[in-house]
């Protein structure tokens, strides 16, 4: 079975600043995508970027940016020049690829991000 | 993008009183969706997988009995909480998955929620 591991149950950044959020996963899969999802105090989950595993581009959205390592099985999310809206629980999450597989989502347990005026 | 409705988004009732929630796409058809328990300050528990004109495919721990799944059409999904307890009081969350199903990547778009509350 998957695993999805976030470390930092809560971080802080200063606005402006940047902040990365750790992320590893487990899978015996070849072949998956990566997610990660922001959900604020409305708790409406919001896809913030996603990545997949065959590709070796680090995906980019604006501020977001990850470092996918493959071998490492890591996935980090890099803010750049937060913002107080940023501030947000964030989980990362796994989801197959494989062909009639699962279409589950794994979460994380997820990391609370403060952003600080 | 796609949008993911919930309703109610708020609902109270007494204990041992059946609740419905309702999940519906507004603009796309789902083939499958997903029905997550979120207790605070936690991560969504997955506990259900539906898929339109079949029984849907519980989570281990989840009972079937007790939350009950239909997923009669393309655009809406039900979850009823029968015989609620207090304990059953928690966020319950519902996504679709856009597209076919077969291809190779669909997006999952949630709804905004539901908070159950049994007194």
């Known amino acids: 079975a998957q695993t999805v591991t976030q470390s930092q149950p809560e971080m802080s950044v200063q606005e402006a600043e940047t902040v990365t959020l750790s992320c590893t996963y487990d899978?015996?899969?070849?072949?998956?995508?990566l997610f990660w999802y922001k959900q604020p105090p409305s708790r409406q989950m919001i896809l913030v970027i996603r990545q997949e595993a065959y590709k070796q581009q680090n995906a980019t959205e604006n501020r977001f940016s990850v470092n996918f390592q493959k071998a490492a099985k890591s996935f980090s999310l890099k803010i750049s020049d937060s913002q107080l809206g940023d501030a947000a629980m964030y989980f990362c999450a796994y989801r197959s690829a494989i062909w009639g597989g699962s279409e589950k989502l794994v979460f994380g347990k997820g990391t609370k991000l403060t952003v600080n005026p | 993008g796609a949008v993911v409705s919930q309703h109610p988004s708020w609902v109270i009732c007494k204990s041992g009183t059946s609740v419905k929630i309702e999940c519906r796409s507004l603009?796309?058809?789902?083939?499958?969706m997903f029905w997550y328990r979120q207790f605070p300050k936690q991560s969504l528990m997955l506990m259900a997988t539906?898929?339109?004109?079949?029984?849907?495919?519980?989570e281990q721990g989840v009972e079937k009995d007790k939350f009950l799944i239909n997923h009669a059409s393309l655009t809406l999904s039900t979850l009823t909480v029968t015989s609620a307890h207090p304990e059953d009081s928690s966020f319950y969350i519902c996504?679709?998955?856009?597209?076919?199903?077969?291809?190779?990547?669909?997006?999952?778009?949630f709804g905004p929620g539901t908070r159950l509350t049994v007194l």
């Open positions: 899978t015996s899969e070849s072949d998956y995508y």
């Open positions: 996504s679709a998955n856009s597209g076919g199903g077969l291809a190779a990547y669909n997006e999952q778009f």
């Open positions: 539906s898929n339109e004109g079949s029984k849907a495919t519980y």
């Open positions: 603009d796309f058809q789902a083939t499958t």
